[in-house]
């Protein structure tokens, strides 16, 4: 296995969210382990961490279909990308003489599901990290953005259909429909990839449903990217944060109307498509746009509590771990996959948000603590996190391991097959080996990290 070349994939070779976070982070952390690593994304620019790095970039310089001005250009691409269809061809022959697995992250904004029928074409094994809910719910969130509320309907059923739950029109909706149907029954999402890593428990409970019934399901948390540093003394500051996307399901407006109505000092760090009217409608809030880790951790060091008003389940709110790392007691509603790392009256508050004032009552109980109470909510959060935290090197083993897991049965069934697991026979028996998930059909155990690092350094 010392042929092996890691492929990440992600709409984005910029950090704004989550998911772009994270397929950055691993990509860097497993060049600096010494593996052969491609980064292949449709929008730039390409953050130059990773033109420093040894990591192969290809980026198609393309506009994610949200910001392009030729909307049929946009409603095309995000249906069937086929800039993105031939250079993932091409990356996938130039690799041809090794031994090659694809990791998915994000495709939805940009590079379409079209690639996933380039991997199938190649035989090359695939993970899909579940970010999102995109593999089942047309809008990717289980979230009906018309009555600003959790959507309980079965994802692409009748009722699912004819309901306008999309943030724009409904017209807008039925483009959804026709893209998850093209993913669904064209591109096999879910269906054909066999592997998934989940990142919280809650997360997994809502996807399983919808994924094969052989699928793996890797349990690989996503790497808090934090170095550790004094706690933040946070009964001494008086600025409570939202750090994200400015879209309406991750609670911006309400975060707004709450200290607005409060008169509380807030910041929002952040950029979506809302930022200047929230600028003019919020004079009283300081909004500083999307910055980089050195000014954010500027913000932190001022925070007296991080605000995550999500309305949606999210998959695990990693901000919410990055301000625990830094003794920053969370605010977060109860339903949301963040919860996980919080409990109420330990490290942070808990909240109802189907309660209108939820959010509301929550500010006021943390605003009115004492300073020693907050004090010692902010010396739990930062304890718990770091006498339990995974640092990057953990992630990177985590992630070997699963790769490790994956390629094992790809060398099983072709050793059972023809007694040595030769890279060229391996690879025409990939898809056979997809079809039936590798050498048993259970879902796999969490990653052990002890196997780490045995698939070849570069």
Request: hydrophobic share 40%.
């Amino acid at each position: 296995m010392k042929n092996i070349h890691i492929i990440i994939v992600n709409d984005f070779a910029f950090i704004n969210g989550g998911a772009s976070n994270v397929a950055i982070t691993s990509a860097l952390a497993l060049d600096q382990a010494g593996y052969s690593v491609s980064f292949f994304a449709a929008v730039g620019p390409v953050i130059p961490e990773l033109v420093n790095s040894n990591v192969n970039v290809v980026c198609l310089e393309q506009c994610d279909i949200l910001h392009d001005p030729n909307r049929l250009r946009a409603m095309t691409q995000g249906i069937w990308n086929a800039k993105a269809t031939k250079a993932m061809d091409n990356l996938l022959t130039k690799w041809a003489d090794h031994e090659v697995i694809v990791h998915m992250h994000a495709f939805v904004k940009a590079l379409s599901s079209s690639i996933i029928n380039v991997c199938h074409k190649h035989k090359a094994p695939m993970v899909l990290t579940l970010h999102d809910y995109f593999t089942a719910c047309p809008n990717g969130g289980f979230y009906d953005y018309q009555q600003k509320q959790l959507c309980l309907r079965q994802a692409m059923s009748v009722d699912c259909l004819k309901t306008n739950c999309d943030v724009r029109s409904y017209k807008h909706k039925i483009w959804r429909i026709v893209r998850n149907a093209v993913q669904l029954h064209i591109c096999g999402i879910p269906g054909s990839i066999k592997h998934f890593i989940y990142i919280s428990e809650l997360s997994k409970k809502i996807l399983q449903p919808f994924l094969p019934e052989t699928a793996k399901l890797h349990y690989v948390p996503n790497p808090i990217d934090v170095i550790k540093s004094d706690r933040v003394e946070v009964e001494k500051n008086i600025y409570y944060i939202f750090i994200g996307r400015l879209s309406p399901e991750k609670g911006i407006d309400t975060f707004c109307e709450t200290f607005s109505k409060l008169n509380l000092p807030a910041i929002v760090v952040g950029d979506g498509e809302g930022l200047i009217d929230l600028k003019q409608k919020y004079p009283s809030i300081e909004f500083t746009g999307w910055l980089d880790k050195a000014a954010i951790s500027n913000i932190i060091q001022k925070a007296k509590a991080l605000v995550f008003p999500t309305h949606w389940y999210e998959t695990q709110g990693l901000v919410v771990y990055e301000a625990l790392a830094h003794g920053i007691p969370a605010i977060v509603p109860e339903h949301c996959c963040a919860t996980e790392g919080v409990e109420h009256g330990q490290n942070g508050l808990l909240y109802n948000d189907t309660d209108k004032l939820g959010l509301e009552s929550a500010i006021q109980q943390f605003d009115n603590m004492p300073s020693d109470e907050v004090k010692i909510l902010s010396e739990t959060a930062y304890n718990r996190f770091w006498n339990k935290a995974d640092d990057i090197n953990q992630h990177v083993n985590n992630l070997i391991s699963t790769y490790n897991y994956i390629i094992r049965g790809v060398a099983i069934f072709a050793k059972a097959c023809f007694g040595h697991p030769s890279p060229s026979k391996q690879q025409k028996l990939n898809a056979t080996t997809y079809a039936s998930g590798g050498p048993d059909s259970s879902s796999s155990p969490r990653p052990d990290p002890t196997r780490g690092r045995n698939i070849g350094s570069k």
